[in-house]
DNA sequence: ACATCTTTCATACGTTTGATTAAAACAGGT
DNA sequence: ACCTGTTTTAATCAAACGTATGAAAGATGT
């Protein structure tokens, strides 16, 4: 067997480069086997289909992002229980949100994938945010059981729409920090990941234990 | 002249509610016009081409929203001013989130327009968001002047990045208002438009004025 | 060296898209 | 009733799309 990884995963790296920028159905078949140099049946040939091939963009990367972001939960929850504390609120929204924000900043290329997801948060097309939502459903009822843990006074449904403004403000920032021009000049400060985990972190804690 | 507006604003209507349901790429001019009992090449000789139909639907519904954001947002700088004091930070992010999500439940057909507006913000096709960022960016910086004069203890780097946290939270909301079926069963409680809006201004407030 | 299986390639197919056109239908002023 | 300008209609265009195919090229085991 010849290294099937050479074409397979250039078709994968090119299609979650091209993706992110520009969609989806911004996105040709044409488009992603130009750039990355292999022929156009190549894609149909290694995934069998174009939405096949973005359903493994997702598979790829949320695989060891999940497996951390769970990680990173459970041990929250069973530390809390083990000394009989409240989990606290501000560790687990920093489990569950930073570890996309540092992902981006390590792993080569994530920075393109981590714009796809903030944009295919509010695709129009079911199919494609179903995709999305199936990795991320898991963590996000396993960060929200947490939460109402660590909040008790709070009630649930108000916990649940702020842990959804947490995700927004998430989302809205992976998305401008892969589209600098948004705003004109140098009016966007571009901060490391780490000085903007901080921000967020403490901007949606703030938030969450309001009242 | 024969009554114009029929034809016209029918197709606009019906852009409006097609493209906050399929996105403008999903949506094709023979979607419209089947859905709008108009012939096909009525969107053109109205409107001149699909583009300037999408530039139409924006500006339709910005202009009064965007006239009340003003208004409040100034109304809240003048006062204070006479008074002497700092504008209260919850009032002006009042004034900026609250005009959307009222106009949301009055105006008919106002909700496929905010669907789209949350769509639209992270639209990869540039050419799109630039139509919404034109009327969004004016009172975006109004707005964010004046908060700076309501919290002038924090950076201003900083208040940037959490009007932006805020803005994030905002239209992630408005998506989830247009698509109650992301999450299985009666997971959202469907609150009405003065719930969700104080939730979301005391989420952000607290974010705001954090340390 | 041969036979077998995998991968690449150029090319084509059938749809769908936004846009255009010329003719038909309609309206309002006189 | 007639002319004039506006709106609607059906038909057609070229371009782009995802996918399929069969032949060529390459790799592998014996």
Redesign the pocket.
């Known amino acids: 067997?010849?290294d099937?990884r050479?074409?397979k995963t250039r078709i994968l790296d090119t299609a979650e480069k091209l993706f992110a920028g520009n969609g989806f159905h911004g996105t040709?078949?044409?488009?992603i086997t130009k750039d990355a140099g292999?022929?156009?049946?190549?894609v149909?040939?290694?995934y069998g289909?174009?939405?096949a091939l973005f359903e493994e963009v997702f598979r790829r990367r949320f695989l060891p992002i999940n497996r951390i972001r769970r990680e990173k939960l459970e041990k929250i929850r069973e530390e809390a229980r083990q000394e009989n504390l409240r989990p606290s609120a501000r560790e687990v929204l920093q489990a569950f949100l930073a570890p996309v924000l540092h992902f981006r900043e390590t792993e080569p290329g994530a920075a393109a994938f981590i714009t796809l997801v903030g944009r295919t948060i509010s695709e129009p097309d079911d199919r494609l945010r179903e995709i999305l939502m199936g990795h991320f459903r898991p963590n996000f009822f396993l960060c929200f059981a947490i939460l109402c843990e660590a909040l008790p006074h709070i009630p649930k449904d108000v916990l649940f729409w702020r842990l959804q403004f947490s995700i927004g403000a998430m989302s809205h920032t992976l998305f401008l920090l892969g589209h600098a021009k948004v705003f004109p000049e140098g009016v966007i400060p571009d901060l490391d990941a780490g000085t903007i985990t901080d921000l967020i972190v403490s901007f949606v804690t703030a938030g969450m234990e309001t009242q």
Chains 1, 2 share one sequence.
């Open positions: 067997m010849k099937v050479d074409t040709s078949l044409r488009d292999v022929n156009l049946a190549a149909n040939y290694h289909s174009k939405d």
